[in-house]
Nanobody, 125 residues
Framework: QVQLVESGGSSVPLGGSLRLSCEVSGINLEDYNIGWFRQAPGSEREGIACTSMGQVPSWDSDSIFIKGRFTISRDNARKTVVLQMSDVVQDDTGVYSC????????????????WGQGTQVIVST
């Protein structure tokens, strides 16, 4: 059974940093591209970044609201993909989810096969 479990979400002060983790089981992480997405209340799901397993390029959002503040990394041995957030702003509040795809690594969430339940991030002022 494939499972992606996100953790690390919490309340974080404006301008602070947060480290989110996505732990994968039931698949070999080396065979999958892993993306991070977020969804704010009342908004569509938004792609942040994707780390490739090597067959396709990795991808990072070029949104001015994301670029330069989020870093994705993977540890295949630990079956974990990390999203490091820095200089958080109010609009970073939302549910953050990771997803796995064998063939795709980009912003289109419908292209991902497996999803985690998400972890809540709240930016406090």
């Amino acid at each position: 059974q494939v499972q992606l479990v996100e953790s690390g979400g919490s309340s974080v002060p404006l301008g602070g940093s947060l480290r989110l983790s996505c732990e994968v089981s039931g698949i070999n992480l080396e065979d999958y591209n892993i993306g991070w997405f977020r969804q704010a209340p009342g908004s569509e799901r938004e792609g942040i970044a994707c780390t490739s397993m090597g067959q396709v390029p990795s991808w990072d959002s070029d949104s001015i609201f994301i670029k330069g503040r989020f870093t994705i990394s993977r540890d295949n041995a630990r079956k974990t993909v990390v999203l490091q957030m820095s200089d958080v702003v109010q609009d970073d509040t939302g549910v953050y989810s990771c997803a796995a795809s064998r063939l795709y690594c980009g912003r289109l969430y419908r292209m991902y096969e497996f999803w985690g339940q998400g972890t809540q991030v709240i930016v406090s002022t």
